[in-house]
């Protein structure tokens, strides 16, 4: 086999000498001791015989030159639709609307629940949207105020002291 070989072939022979690494046929080291031998390759028996023993699936052959590998293209992040968008701004609404009525005796708590839900759309959809996250972490915020205020007022109520 005195045929010389170019880019295409040695790159193609790599491809094959990867997949049986990845396969557990060949280990690290003689991945790299035979990848040596590809790149610096001048003719197709310099491909052939590190690649004799290796499985049929594996076998490289100058006349069937494999198809280039392309990796996938990245899909790319598609903006949310109007109803997602609508309950996010809604979640970031209620999550706002949640600090000032939690110093109501709790009640922040209602708008504050909403806020997790009506974020939760918007955040499977589009994990960046900026309306969601910030209504979720506003929600979180006055949830745990509301808990506060809740429990001082119950506290307030149950303490039989009176203040002078």
Wanted: proline share 10%; hydrophobic share 50%; glycine share 8%.
């Amino acid at each position: 086999m005195n045929e010389r070989v170019g880019t295409a072939q040695r790159q193609a022979a790599v491809e094959l000498l990867t997949r049986a690494l990845e396969g557990g046929y060949i280990d690290l080291v003689e991945y790299e001791r035979r990848m040596v031998v590809v790149q610096s390759a001048k003719f197709a028996g310099d491909i052939v015989g590190p690649m004799s023993d290796l499985p049929r699936q594996f076998q490289w052959n100058p006349h069937h030159p494999m198809a280039p590998v392309v990796p996938p293209m990245p899909v790319p992040q598609q903006a949310p639709d109007a109803d997602v968008r609508s309950k996010s701004t809604v979640s970031l609404v209620m999550g706002a609307l949640s600090l000032p009525l939690a110093l109501c005796f709790g009640l922040g708590l209602i708008p504050a629940v909403a806020s997790f839900f009506l974020a939760r759309p918007g955040l499977k959809a589009y994990p960046t949207n900026t309306s969601a996250v910030v209504g979720l972490i506003l929600g979180v915020i006055g949830a745990i105020a509301s808990v506060v205020m809740l429990i001082a007022t119950i506290a307030a109520i149950l303490d039989p002291t009176p203040t002078p």
